[in-house]
């Protein structure tokens, strides 16, 4: 049965799309192979329209009267009341992506202001296991502009689960069998820094118990990682995925690979291009290559 919460995200959907307020799902796209793994190149007009609107995240236009946008616009504090879901818990609020990848993909933001390049704290993974112990799906946080952010408000993002869409469940198949939650490994086809901690997260399981546990997955991934937090955030910026009983964290070194943005969900399987050119870019050094070429040394 399907819960509330997903049905007010349909009918927003719905009614979003028939009034032009939500950008309409346009893509093509081709499936590469490297070294046994499968990755979705895929082509979506709306994120070359994000990049004309100045790289929104989600809410209302973004440009001053008679000038050009205004870089200080928040679409989080107050979101577009058209791509508004609604209240997630106490601290967050639940938006449809303006520029979505995929049907239905959500911005869990904060309500009030902190800088998305800080570390994630409990109260966004309480909201990611909010909606991931309902739905399921793919939890994924791009922290910092050079791990794929475009809005310095704090938010987490969700996409729901399908086998058009981004998930752990390929890199998942390829890790130790058997290992118990807090088990850390390394996926041996990633030659970038990453850690992956097995996690109680996804459909069904207790969401106060997934919050608490993920944040502790984060916290040991972060450690094992050496990432840092100073005056300016967590240090190297990094990407978060959570799904499947799996947490990746990665730290980031740059956000493009010969121009090509990547951000968590390239690393999930799916890599989103502007440009149909771009995808001969991937094809050609290959999407491993890639994702190495935009992380950290191993």
Not at 46 to 53: E, T
Not at 147 to 165: F, L, M, Y
Not at 233 to 249: F, I, Q, S, T
């Amino acid at each position: 049965m399907e819960s509330t919460f997903m049905r007010t995200v349909r009918a927003r959907t719905d009614a979003a799309l028939a009034s032009g307020d939500l950008q309409p799902i346009q893509a093509d796209q081709v499936v590469l192979r490297d070294q046994g793994l499968s990755f979705i190149v895929r082509w979506v007009a709306a994120l070359a329209a994000k990049d004309a609107a100045g790289r929104p995240a989600a809410g209302v236009a973004t440009t001053l009267p008679g000038g050009p946008r205004n870089p200080d616009f928040n679409p989080f504090l107050n979101p577009d009341p058209a791509l508004l879901v609604g209240p997630l818990g106490d601290h967050h609020v639940a938006i449809l992506n303006k520029f979505p990848v995929c049907l239905h993909h959500l911005v869990l933001a904060r309500q009030e202001f902190s800088e998305q390049c800080s570390p994630l704290e409990g109260i966004d993974f309480q909201a990611l296991a909010t909606v991931l112990s309902s739905e399921g799906g793919l939890g994924f946080y791009n922290g910092g502009a050079a791990a794929g952010a475009s809005q310095r408000h704090k938010h987490v993002q969700w996409i729901p689960e399908s086998d058009q869409n981004a998930s752990l469940r390929e890199l998942g198949a390829g890790l130790p069998g058997g290992l118990p939650v807090g088990g850390a490994a390394r996926h041996p086809s990633l030659s970038l820094a990453h850690c992956f901690v097995r996690v109680e997260a996804g459909q069904g399981v207790d969401a106060r118990a997934s919050a608490h546990g993920m944040l502790q997955a984060f916290r040991q991934a972060c450690a094992a990682l050496d990432l840092r937090t100073d005056a300016d955030g967590l240090l190297p910026p990094c990407n978060m995925l959570v799904g499947d009983g799996w947490m990746l964290v990665l730290p980031r070194s740059q956000e493009h690979f010969q121009g090509v943005s990547l951000n968590a969900l390239s690393f999930g399987g799916t890599i989103y291009v502007r440009d149909p050119a771009q995808i001969d870019a991937i094809r050609a050094a290959g999407p491993l290559k890639a994702l190495a070429g935009v992380g950290m040394p191993a």
